[in-house]
């Protein structure tokens, strides 16, 4: 089974400034997608940014954009010009692109923003 | 456009009680999930539905049961609710298994 690690529990940031989440996930396949998601107090889940694996090129969605290292399986997100409503719990999921619907999450990182 | 909704909100249990938390989605999505989120350990599969008409297991289904009632609808039982089983609950569909998911607003589920 994959599994997605998370090991920050916790990050704090600079308005203004750049920050970096990482994930590390564990699989055999070569065919598969990458999420990271956002999750506010208001507990709603939105999607922030996505990777599939045979692309090379690093996804980026405006401030946000991701470092994809297949060979590492690592895919860490970065945050430019933080802003204060960032501050959240983001995770990061895996899905196979054989293995059915599962979606596997990461444990999550709580971002904070000081202003 | 209310995309993904669950009922109820909030809900608290005693132990050995059942509760059906329903979920319905308006985006046309083959795809639905039930999720648990416990502190720490991010979002696990209870179950899920590929299509109408069609279940399986996820991670942690024990203690649970679902019916795909049609394609709009997914619901999730607790025949005999344990403590174990207090948690947030969250229902999410997507197009496919190449998608990403859609999330309801969540579960809070205590049970005492």
């Known amino acids: 089974a994959q599994t997605v690690t998370q090991s920050q529990p916790e990050m704090s940031v600079q308005e203004a400034e750049t920050v970096t989440l990482s994930c590390t996930y564990d699989t055999s396949e070569s065919d598969y997608y990458l999420f990271w998601y956002k999750q506010p107090p208001s507990r709603q889940m939105i999607l922030v940014i996505r990777q599939e694996a045979y692309k090379q090129q690093n996804a980026t969605e405006n401030r946000f954009s991701v470092n994809f290292q297949k060979a590492a399986k690592s895919f860490s997100l970065k945050i430019s010009d933080s802003q204060l409503g960032d501050a959240a719990m983001y995770f990061c999921?895996?899905?196979?692109?054989?293995?059915?619907?599962?979606?596997?999450f990461g444990g999550g990182t709580r971002l904070m923003v000081k202003p | 456009n209310a995309g993904v909704t669950q009922t109820p909100k909030f809900q608290v249990l005693k132990t050995g009680q059942s509760m059906t938390l329903q979920c319905a989605q308006d985006m046309n999505h083959n795809s639905m999930y039930w999720y648990r989120q416990d502190p720490g350990m991010g979002l696990r599969l209870i179950y899920y539905s590929a299509s109408e008409g069609t279940t399986d297991k996820g991670e942690v289904p024990n203690g649970y049961n679902v019916s795909r009632l049609n394609k709009r609808e997914f619901s999730l039982r607790l025949e005999s609710a344990a403590p174990s089983q207090t948690s947030v609950y969250f229902c999410?569909?997507?197009?496919?298994?190449?998608?990403?998911?859609?999330f309801g607003q969540g579960t809070r589920l205590t049970v005492v």
């Open positions: 999410a569909t997507s197009r496919g298994r190449f998608n990403e998911a859609f």
């Open positions: 999921a895996y899905r196979s692109a054989d293995a059915g619907n599962m979606l596997t």
